[in-house]
């Protein structure tokens, strides 16, 4: 997925952007990608974060290679029980692993939005309790990227499937 932002300057200073620019004209863009992507997990990866997928699998997750974060997991549903739909992740910030559950709207009550909207409404469970001293601010902000990247399934991410991916938290 790419991301054009206009008005930024190519050597990145965004506070003369508006300066060089006449009324009307065309304005400059700058292509940016997204950090996080879905990819098949490697065997090397699965070995090196101790990942619980067999090698070979094909099971896949959500990456950001340079900041060497991950998100793996998904959405649980139980049809059988009339369980409300649940998201279980698990999140990798700064050699950190969050175990995170997350209340998500039935996808029953938002059918008939065109284009399909996934609606995460909440946070319901993070392990450990102290997120490892990290921030939480920035757990949240790491975890929103790395869900709007999954999309539905982790595989095809939200640029791809069509789907819009809200946030209530």
Known sequence: MKLLFPGKLRD????????????????????????????????????????????????????????????WGGIIENFARDYEPEGRFWLSIRETLLDVSLNVLNDSRVAKNNPPALVWEEVSHIQPSDLGGLDIKEVMSVLKEALMMFGRDGENGQGSSGSVVIFRF
């Open 12 to 71: 990145g200073n965004s506070a003369i952007a508006d300066h060089d620019f006449r009324p009307f004209s065309s304005t400059v863009c700058e292509e940016i990608q997204m950090a996080f992507v879905n990819e098949v997990v490697s065997d090397a990866d699965i070995a090196k974060y101790n990942l619980p997928f067999k090698p070979g699998s094909g099971r896949y997750w959500t990456r950001d290679k340079e900041r060497d974060c991950y998100l």
